[in-house]
């Protein structure tokens, strides 16, 4: 085997490792901004369950090949990622980086490894290719500290590629048409100069709640701008299908009736279904005609590719490992990289229990020293053992979000499963309302000043729909039926409704409208129902009951709504009845919450 030219690099940087561990770790952002190719890979399972890759890509004209291993590491403290090479001028690469804390600080360790092969190779090493990407290293390290500080705008130094010719005249245009629209909120020119100059990385995937947190703006506001920006040509809408282990997308489609029922995740070796408020989720992407955006990974397993996972380590047959280790207190699930058994844990953030594998998968061993994780392989062939969090991805929107917002029914009212499909829904708050007396509202104005102020009426709900990230599913005679992907939002929509409606009253004059109103949340079905997304289900039949038992003017909540955590907060002090009622369909009585007229538009 020819020499292993190694070569460390030390910096002492003033931030912590916990504002440095982000953006370091984001090796995906690192080699983009490097100016390191794509890549393509192949994932072949192997019998024992495990995946073997194979990467393709051109470095500097060059034909490369190598084993896409897992990377390992630890949260906030290190990573390494050792690379065989089948093909090109080395037969092994391997890069590692260390973060210490170092007072208020962070003692920063990065190691790059090569092994040259064949004539190339070795004459790389002889020209200084090594030192040379040390001072790559080092300058995108110092950039990133730059940007913890927040002494930099951007986290690496980086130039986006030449756009397509026009492209700047066309997002002029499109972000003029978006303005017009009630979606633009001032936020069009934004988002294309967004567009324009973001790394590929920020695009590939967009997610609006990403993007909102990043502008310091309302989420619903980035939401109906990116989804009036794919009506105008600036963004293309897609679907995606999350796998539940790695959360990577499996299958991404253009329209929700080209959505599969199921699909195999060839990283994780396992097949999986579609779960529309848990893994079906919407993101855009650049059109071509603004910006191409092209196939390929910068990095397919890195830290932050899974951010997730918190440890990832591979340990050789009959190996043991203490690591030190400091996260967040939470729900945590300890397995393999491969198919197999798992333990769910939730953790206080300094004692945990030791991580076993063996050919079965993960097991939970006894608890060590404060800080420190004991991690066994007891199996007889290398095992790649890890810890992530159980909570799902914080800044997805899912497709039940978004189907139960106004903007998506109003913009993409064609977007419907095909017709023999449903798919779950874990959580949907359903809230019903009726006119009181609206036989006699109709005799006593006649049918076409009635029919105006109904259809009155209806504006000013949906606008207060709209307003709480919600959607009017549908009218039904007087009657509307809104749903919300937010327990909490949906109850505040209540309740602001009957307030707006006071208002209209005396707005009106002569005629009141008195409004019934009831909610209930829980599973239900998504489905199309005459060519539109609808719901169906136990939860959808108890909030039209929960609206039957209102008197008018007040609002009826189920007590197991009442019993959620937000919105239990929500009206914590507030007078509420309680009451329960024998209701159609249902076996035994059902209790219920009342919000009363008086002490609604009192709080208002």
Same mark, same amino acid.
């Given at each position: 085997?020819?020499?292993?030219?190694?070569?460390?690099?030390?910096?002492?940087?003033? /931030?912590?490792?916990?504002?440095?561990?982000?953006?370091?770790?984001?090796?995906?952002?690192?080699? =983009?901004?490097?100016?390191?190719?794509?890549?393509?890979?192949?994932?072949?399972?192997?019998?024992?369950?495990?995946?073997?890759?194979?990467?393709?890509?051109?470095?500097?004209?060059?034909?490369?090949?190598?084993?896409?291993?897992?990377? /390992?590491?630890?949260?906030?403290?290190?990573?390494?990622?050792?690379?065989?090479?089948?093909?090109?001028?080395?037969?092994?690469?391997?890069?590692?980086?260390?973060?210490?804390?170092?007072?208020?600080?962070?003692?920063?360790?990065?190691?790059?490894?090569?092994?040259?092969?064949?004539?190339?190779?070795?004459?790389?090493?002889?020209?200084?290719?090594?030192?040379?990407?040390?001072?790559?290293?080092?300058?995108?390290?110092?950039?990133?500290?730059?940007?913890?500080?927040?002494?930099?705008? /951007?986290?690496?130094?980086?130039?986006?590629?030449?756009?397509?010719?026009?492209?700047? =005249?066309? &997002?002029?245009?499109?972000?003029?048409?978006?303005?017009?629209?009630?979606?633009?909120?001032?936020?069009?020119?934004?988002?294309?100069?967004?567009?324009?100059?973001? /790394?590929?990385?920020?695009?590939?995937?967009?997610?609006?709640?990403?993007?909102?947190?990043?502008?310091?703006?309302?989420?619903?506001?980035?939401?109906?701008?990116?989804?009036? &920006? #794919?009506?105008?040509?600036?963004?293309?809408?897609?679907?995606?299908?999350?796998?539940?282990?790695?959360?990577?997308?499996?299958?991404?489609?253009?329209?929700?009736?080209?959505?599969?029922?199921?699909?195999?995740?060839?990283?994780?070796?396992?097949?999986?279904?579609?779960?529309?408020?848990?893994?079906?989720?919407?993101?855009?992407?650049?059109?071509?005609?603004?910006?191409?955006?092209?196939?390929?990974?910068?990095?397919?397993?890195?830290?932050?590719?899974?951010?997730?996972?918190?440890?990832?380590?591979?340990?050789?047959?009959?190996?043991?490992?203490?690591?030190?280790? &400091?996260?967040?207190?939470? &729900?945590?699930?300890?397995?393999?990289?491969?198919?197999?058994?798992?333990?769910?844990?939730?953790?206080?953030?300094?004692?945990?229990?030791?991580?076993?594998?063996?050919?079965?998968?993960?097991?939970?061993?006894?608890?060590?020293?404060?800080?420190?994780?004991?991690?066994?392989?007891?199996?007889?062939?290398?095992?790649?053992?890890?810890?992530?969090?159980?909570?799902?991805?914080?800044?997805?929107?899912?497709?039940?979000?978004?189907?139960?917002?106004?903007?998506?029914?109003?913009?993409?009212?064609?977007?419907?499963?095909?017709?023999?499909?449903?798919?779950?829904?874990?959580?949907?708050?359903?809230?019903?309302?009726?006119?009181?007396?609206?036989?006699?509202?109709?005799?006593?104005?006649?049918? #076409?000043?009635?029919?105006?102020?109904?259809?009155?009426?209806?504006?000013?709900?949906?606008?207060?729909?709209?307003?709480?990230?919600?959607?009017?599913?549908?009218?039904?005679?007087?009657?509307?039926?809104?749903?919300?992907?937010?327990?909490?939002?949906?109850?505040?929509?209540?309740?602001?409704?009957?307030?707006?409606?006071?208002?209209?009253?005396?707005?009106?004059?002569?005629?009141?409208?008195?409004?019934?109103?009831?909610?209930?949340?829980?599973?239900?079905?998504?489905?199309?129902?005459?060519?539109?997304?609808?719901?169906?289900?136990?939860?959808?039949?108890?909030?039209?009951?929960?609206?039957?038992?209102?008197?008018?003017?007040?609002?009826?909540?189920?007590?197991?709504?009442?019993?959620?955590?937000?919105?239990?907060?929500?009206?914590?002090?507030?007078?509420?009845?309680?009451?329960?009622?024998?209701?159609?369909?249902?076996?035994?009585?059902?209790?219920?919450?009342?919000?009363?007229?008086?002490?609604?538009?009192?709080?208002?």
């Amino acid at each position: 085997m020819s020499a292993l030219s190694r070569r460390t690099w030390v910096w002492n940087l003033p /931030q912590p490792p916990a504002a440095l561990w982000p953006i370091l770790s984001d090796t995906a952002r690192f080699n =983009e901004a490097a100016a390191g190719p794509k890549y393509q890979v192949v994932e072949t399972p192997q019998s024992d369950g495990s995946v073997h890759r194979i990467a393709h890509a051109k470095v500097a004209g060059m034909a490369m090949e190598w084993e896409e291993g897992p990377y /390992q590491w630890v949260y906030q403290r290190r990573f390494r990622h050792d690379c065989k090479v089948l093909k090109g001028p080395f037969s092994a690469l391997n890069v590692a980086l260390d973060l210490e804390p170092d007072g208020a600080g962070t003692r920063a360790t990065y190691t790059f490894e090569a092994v040259p092969k064949g004539l190339v190779g070795h004459l790389l090493a002889r020209v200084g290719f090594v030192n040379r990407f040390g001072a790559l290293i080092e300058r995108m390290t110092r950039a990133a500290a730059d940007y913890a500080g927040g002494s930099a705008e /951007q986290p690496f130094p980086y130039m986006p590629p030449e756009l397509p010719k026009g492209a700047a =005249e066309r &997002a002029a245009a499109m972000v003029a048409e978006i303005e017009k629209t009630p979606y633009g909120h001032g936020l069009a020119r934004r988002l294309a100069d967004y567009l324009m100059k973001a /790394q590929e990385v920020d695009l590939m995937r967009l997610r609006p709640r990403r993007l909102a947190a990043l502008w310091g703006v309302p989420p619903r506001h980035v939401i109906e701008l990116c989804l009036e &920006a #794919s009506r105008s040509g600036l963004l293309n809408l897609m679907w995606s299908l999350l796998c539940p282990r790695c959360r990577g997308a499996k299958s991404i489609v253009a329209a929700l009736d080209q959505l599969p029922v199921g699909v195999h995740c060839p990283s994780c070796n396992i097949d999986f279904g579609a779960n529309f408020s848990r893994n079906v989720e919407i993101n855009f992407q650049p059109t071509p005609v603004v910006r191409a955006v092209a196939l390929g990974e910068y990095c397919m397993s890195g830290p932050r590719t899974t951010p997730h996972v918190v440890v990832q380590q591979t340990l050789g047959p009959g190996e043991t490992r203490v690591v030190s280790l &400091a996260i967040p207190a939470g &729900a945590y699930r300890y397995r393999t990289i491969d198919p197999g058994a798992v333990v769910d844990l939730d953790l206080d953030g300094t004692l945990f229990p030791a991580l076993h594998a063996d050919a079965t998968g993960a097991l939970r061993g006894g608890t060590g020293e404060a800080g420190t994780l004991t991690l066994v392989n007891a199996d007889t062939r290398p095992r790649t053992m890890l810890i992530e969090s159980r909570a799902w991805v914080a800044d997805a929107l899912t497709a039940h979000q978004v189907t139960s917002m106004q903007a998506f029914r109003d913009l993409f009212s064609a977007e419907v499963l095909r017709a023999d499909e449903n798919l779950a829904i874990d959580n949907v708050t359903v809230l019903f309302t009726d006119i009181e007396g609206s036989t006699a509202l109709y005799e006593r104005l006649g049918d #076409s000043p009635a029919y105006k102020l109904v259809r009155e009426h209806f504006a000013v709900l949906g606008e207060v729909v709209r307003e709480h990230d919600g959607a009017l599913v549908k009218t039904i005679g007087d009657a509307v039926m809104a749903a919300f992907a937010d327990p909490a939002q949906a109850v505040r929509a209540a309740l602001a409704m009957q307030r707006r409606v006071a208002r209209f009253n005396r707005e009106n004059g002569a005629e009141e409208l008195i409004i019934r109103m009831g909610l209930h949340g829980g599973a239900c079905l998504a489905v199309t129902s005459n060519d539109r997304f609808d719901y169906f289900g136990h939860t959808v039949n108890l909030a039209a009951r929960m609206q039957g038992q209102s008197g008018g003017g007040d609002v009826v909540i189920s007590e197991a709504l009442a019993g959620d955590p937000e919105v239990a907060r929500l009206i914590a002090g507030k007078p509420t009845i309680r009451e329960a009622a024998p209701l159609k369909g249902f076996d035994t009585p059902i209790p219920y919450r009342r919000l009363r007229h008086a002490d609604i538009l009192a709080e208002a």
